[in-house]
């Protein structure tokens, strides 16, 4: 059996390719479908279904370009009501690529609409299970996201079904089935992922906490349901446009790739109030950048910071990247929903500054020197990695404010007394020291290397919650 892993490690994504004598079937497509078409070209084959596992709250599928692109029909499984032309399958219902046969599985519980599908090679063996969010590797799909949507789900219903699902839909199936799920370690659609993205049904039935056979349904749903975190705030936002539909990635590149001189830059930025996304490394925005300007490097998890720290897909953004890096940009915005940017300044912060226009820095510090400033007067230290990192292990009497909380708690970050703030390598803390900047804190210093340099000095860290950190 052919079946082709696409993983996309910044989304923590997989969609998956199958293609059989001469038909092709993607399923859970991202939104830039050339990759899809261009390899079923390669293999002569047509795309004859793009297959849906749900309604996705953390990417903008394909699904609709591709159909449009290709003749592929789209395929739903039982329950989903999406807003344009679309196949909404049975449970059990058998669909036909090639010499390969897709079997539809209704495994409601992620969200109602989510479907599992069963892959049955040409000799008639059921070989793989493509499971959308219902199982991960080493988890399950968190069910507190449909409820944003649907307003008399709760997330104890969905745990309810999913129970049921995972009990009665896929657990009877054979040990030796291939599971391939649609995130690995890093989505923030479940808690416990795996870095491995496929395994075997039984090995999973042995290792995954909530298969445990003798786990009742209420042991299952409290045990879920557990130490889920706030989804972040663009997740039902993706769900709607994934319902309802969403431009074309042609148009949303069109609007977007508008090169811009520093003056023309300078001009739109005034007349829309555009956000502006400064993607370059950590390093080289504290050297300098155009004021009032956010880094999100693009170097790191880019689209999952921005869903997090961009609240409406529908801001207008103005990019400044490096130099033939705005594509790339554009289109990892496109994946989480974020249609609207409408330029970027053409050939980067160099053209800023050979226009002589205003700039700002981040003042930096060394592990070392922040050795030195702890001894003598102990600083403030304020950490914006994620509690859990926090509680694990910190500078003594360092305050934590998660960096996906930062707004909430602009309070904790005093205006009159200096302070430092770190993360675990750097990255976090350029977004939190951007969103200072921009705000009007200036008296703070962000180490360089964070965490993972700072523990390598003198400076005493422990290995218990601090009663200074944030609850």
Not at 107 to 119: D, I, N, Q, R
Not at 234 to 261: C, E, H, W
Request: net charge negative.
């Amino acid at each position: 059996m052919k079946i082709e892993q696409i993983y996309t490690g910044c989304l923590a994504h997989a969609a998956y390719y199958v293609e059989s004598n001469g038909e092709a079937a993607i399923f859970d497509p991202l939104r830039e479908v050339q990759p899809y078409i261009d390899r079923a070209m390669n293999d002569h084959a047509k795309i004859k279904y793009v297959f849906e596992t749900h309604f996705h709250a953390d990417f903008v599928s394909g699904h609709i370009d591709l159909k449009k692109k290709t003749g592929a029909e789209i395929v739903f499984g039982p329950t989903a009501k999406p807003g344009y032309d679309a196949l909404i399958a049975e449970d059990g219902q058998i669909f036909n690529v090639g010499d390969y046969k897709i079997k539809v599985i209704h495994t409601p519980g992620h969200t109602m609409e989510s479907t599992t599908y069963l892959l049955i090679n040409e000799e008639g063996k059921e070989y793989g299970l493509i499971t959308g969010d219902t199982l991960f590797i080493g988890d399950v799909g968190r069910p507190d996201l449909a409820q944003h949507v649907v307003a008399d789900l709760t997330e104890e219903k969905l745990a309810g079904y999913l129970y049921d699902s995972l009990r009665n839909k896929i657990m009877p199936l054979s040990d030796d089935l291939m599971v391939f799920p649609n995130h690995g370690a890093g989505s923030a659609c479940g808690k416990k992922m795996s870095k491995q993205t496929t395994d075997t049904l039984g090995h999973q039935k042995a290792t995954n906490y909530a298969l445990r056979a003798d786990m009742t349904k209420e042991e299952f749903i409290k045990e879920l349901l557990t130490g889920l975190t706030t989804p972040p705030s663009y997740f039902p936002q993706n769900v709607m446009m994934n319902i309802k539909g969403y431009d074309s990635l042609d148009t949303v590149m069109d609007r977007a790739k508008k090169p811009l001189s520093a003056e023309a830059f300078e001009v739109v930025a005034n007349e829309t109030g555009a956000l502006l996304l400064d993607t370059r490394d950590a390093k080289d925005f504290a050297k300098g950048f155009v004021p009032n300007s956010v880094n999100i490097g693009l170097d790191g998890s880019f689209a999952q910071w921005v869903g997090e720290m961009i609240p409406d897909v529908k801001q207008e953004i103005l990019l400044i990247t490096y130099p033939g890096k705005q594509e790339e940009a554009m289109t990892r915005l496109s994946r989480v929903g974020y249609d609207h940017t409408i330029g970027y300044l053409k050939d980067g912060f160099k053209t800023w500054k050979e226009a002589k226009k205003e700039i700002e820095t981040v003042s930096r510090i060394t592990p070392k020197e922040l050795e030195i400033a702890y001894a003598a007067e102990k600083p403030l230290v304020i950490d914006v990695r994620k509690k859990s990192e926090f509680d694990s292990e910190h500078v003594i009497g360092a305050i934590n404010v998660p960096l996906n909380e930062i707004n909430q708690h602009l309070a904790q970050f005093p205006k009159e007394k200096p302070f430092v703030i770190h993360c675990a390598g750097g990255y976090r803390s350029m977004i939190a020291s951007s969103i200072l900047k921009q705000r009007g804190w200036d008296n703070f210093v962000d180490v360089e290397g964070g965490f993972a340099e700072i523990k390598n000095t003198g400076i005493r860290v422990s290995d218990y919650v601090c009663p200074t950190t944030l609850l």
